[in-house]
């Protein structure tokens, strides 16, 4: 807006009847006699200010805003004090409902000085004002003067002493905002009408509004503010941040405007790369990605809450995933999809080669889908690296679920998982199933695992030429199979020509309902490698079944300990170019990378 507004508003004097007064009557030395000649408040102008910023209009009293909003008018029972020149004695005049003025102690001339100075102020005395909460009225601070005598009624201008926010949104912005809220001094000191300190900063809860510009009705939000405070951001819906494209230190008596665009939740910072800033920015995105734009980088720029989100993986079979999603060390919490009949379920449905998830920690999630269920991504083409879940993942299908990835074709490095993982063939609390000579390093799960067949603590299916080194599991691994045969490892459920380098499992009990090829590190090791991995649990195997290499000891805490095995597992792992090492530094062995 640039309109420039100009309203006065004026009430009846306190219509007196005085007594006719003559020259005579004065005492010698022009004082007057006491109690004889009130003060005649003849109305009340209601001032504007300008400046930079828009004037406020009309200003006024606490209460009632005027039908555009610009200005504010007297209520009923409004008092405001009264003092002439800088005196000890102040009155508090009350409007009526007639607009008229009264005052059970009005104040009185004492002399004939002409053009005295007349104060006033409203609230009518010093205190505390209270911003915080102006969603049903608006907080006022007042302050007016003007001058006169004993035969010269008085004219009081007001100003007001705090500021005006009005906030206006636009657009699809509009049907998105139930509420507003401005971040600034919650508080004031005030004293004759003007403002000593504000203090407490927080939000100020904003008052819904509307005006009429151009015959058309804008709804809008509005606060009164102490000047002088750094406006830099406001909150819609008491949870979505916005900061403001330009800080504002506003002034008293000025009216500021801001335009509230529609705010897709995320920042396009160069051609294909985006920050997300809340909830709906990241759900945004996953349409964007899932419409066709697969390519693009996401990072996210602050922890995240998918609690009460409907959730829709990013990425589908058809569309891939291969841009680069960095979660910045943040969090993502409630991540909820319920989703028992379809395939391709997580954080990401599928990514696909050349994408990459990085630095992100689920939490408190709980993730349900047919086959190729994750926690980070259903299936994985591409990388994932550092990231974390913690929560509940469950395959309702026929195979593949993990609590990172259910299907693996791709990298997984430095992830890990607590909580539980639940399918049915080809369960791990890492990745469900891992193919085509792809690498799992670094990781490490807690998670409890259980399926029906090929269930390993860290991966269910390990897959011709696949690598997995550097990772262990300290959670119970169980086949749930009743009819048929079992494969179920603390690390591997079965190896299929794979290679597992270092790894180990501990604490967790290792068990099938129905028998089949149980084993501490692997349950069923066909034609594969297993290479200096230890175990420590319910079983007195390393492996189900060998028909392959298989170097796996038992910690016993007397020939084979946790130091011995930290040796060793070291030693192999340099040898197989892990980046990964173990260091003992409680009662398990833990990772880190070099």
């Known amino acids: 807006m640039s ?23 004065l005492t010698d030395d022009t004082r007057l006699p006491e109690g004889q000649y009130p003060l005649e408040i003849a109305r009340i102008t209601l001032g504007v200010e300008g400046g930079e910023a828009q004037p406020w209009g009309t200003p006024a009293t606490r209460v009632s805003e005027t039908a555009d909003g610009t200005g504010s008018v007297f209520d009923t029972g409004d008092p405001f ?44 005395t010093g205190g505390t004002l209270d911003l915080s909460d102006q969603s049903q009225s608006l907080a006022y601070l007042l302050g007016g003067s003007g001058t006169g005598d004993y035969q010269t ?60 510009e151009n015959g058309n009705a804008i ?129 990401i449905g599928c990514l696909g080669s050349g994408g990459k998830v990085q630095n992100v920690t689920l939490t408190n999630i709980s993730v349900s ?73 670094g990781c490490h799960s807690t998670a409890a695992v259980s399926g029906i067949s090929s269930v390993g603590g860290v991966v269910g299916n390990l897959g011709n030429g696949c690598s997995l080194m550097a990772c262990y599991s300290t959670g119970n691994v169980t086949a749930t199979i009743t009819d048929g045969y079992a494969y179920v490892g603390g690390v591997v459920g079965i190896n299929s020509q794979g290679t597992v380098t270092g790894c180990y499992h501990a604490t967790g009990e290792i068990t099938s309902l129905r028998g089949g090829r149980i084993g501490g590190i692997v349950g069923e090791n066909y034609i594969g490698t297993v290479a200096a991995c230890y175990w420590d649990s319910n079983l007195s195997s390393g492996t189900g079944s060998n028909n392959g290499k298989d170097d796996t000891h038992k910690v016993d805490g007397t020939d084979v300990t946790w130091q011995t095995a930290v040796d060793a597992m070291n030693a192999t792992l340099q040898n197989a170019g892990s980046e990964w090492r173990y260091e003992l530094t409680g009662e398990l062995p833990t990772l880190k990378k070099q």
């Open 369 to 441: 889908g047919a086959n190729c269920v994750g926690g980070i991504a259903g299936q994985n083409y591409g990388t994932v690296e550092n990231c974390s879940v913690n929560g509940t993942v469950t395959g309702k299908g026929f195979t593949d679920t993990g609590g990172i990835a259910g299907s693996n074709y791709g990298t997984i490095s430095g992830c890990s998982a607590e909580g539980t993982v639940t399918g049915s063939v080809n369960v791990g609390g890492i990745a469900g199933g891992s193919y085509l000579g792809v690498i799992i390093d």
């Open 153 to 212: 009624p008085v004219t009081l201008t007001f100003a007001h002493r705090l500021a005006k926010v009005r906030v206006t949104p636009t657009g699809d912005a509009l049907g998105e905002v139930q509420s507003l809220q401005l971040y600034t001094y919650t508080q004031c000191t005030y004293e004759k009408g003007t403002v000593v300190q504000g203090s407490q900063e927080g939000w100020i809860e904003m008052k819904k509004c509307e005006y009429t």
């Open 81 to 124: 004090a009264v003092q002439i020149d800088d005196g000890t004695e102040t009155a508090t005049y009350t409007v009526q409902d007639d607009g008229t003025a009264t005052s059970d102690a009005p104040l009185y001339w004492t002399n004939t000085t002409p053009n005295r100075t007349v104060s006033a102020w409203y609230p009518a």
């Open 219 to 347: 709804t809008c939000w509005e606060a009164n503010v102490v000047p002088g405070y750094e406006i830099t951001k406001l909150r819609a819906n008491g949870t979505e941040e916005r900061n403001l494209s330009a800080a504002i230190t506003p002034e008293a008596g000025k009216f500021y405007d801001i335009t509230l665009n529609y705010d897709p939740g995320y920042t396009e910072v160069s051609e294909g790369n985006y920050t997300v800033n809340n909830e709906k920015g990241l759900k945004n995105l996953a349409e964007l990605v899932n419409n066709g734009a697969t390519d693009i980088n996401i990072t996210l720029n602050t922890d995240l809450n998918l609690t009460n989100i409907d959730w829709t993986p990013i990425g589908t079979e058809s569309r891939p995933y291969t841009g680069n999603f960095d979660g910045g060390g943040h969090t993502i919490t409630g991540l909820k999809i319920d989703k028992s009949g379809t395939d391709y379920v997580g954080l």
């Open 3 to 25: 309109i420039r507004y100009s309203y006065h508003i004026y009430f009846s004097a306190l219509l007196l009847l005085l007594a006719a007064c003559t020259q005579d009557e």
